[in-house]
């Protein structure tokens, strides 16, 4: 599992996790998104051009 902080959001990644490879995302502990990395779209949810650019820097430092 991998836990990430980054402004009001936490991102989890579950090692094993069912495929495509995604991360869930938590504001408020209150899940806001599914987000498929493979695919670059949304599983589930909604995603603010905010979220979608800080995904972007995530996935760019290797972090999710």
Known sequence: MGKIRSGNH???TWSGDHT????HIFKDKKLICKWDLENQRVMEGKISKRL???IDV???EKKI
């Open 10 to 12: 936490i991102f989890i």
């Open 20 to 23: 495509p490879r995604h991360v």
């Open 52 to 54: 979608r650019r800080l």
């Open 58 to 60: 995530l996935v760019k």
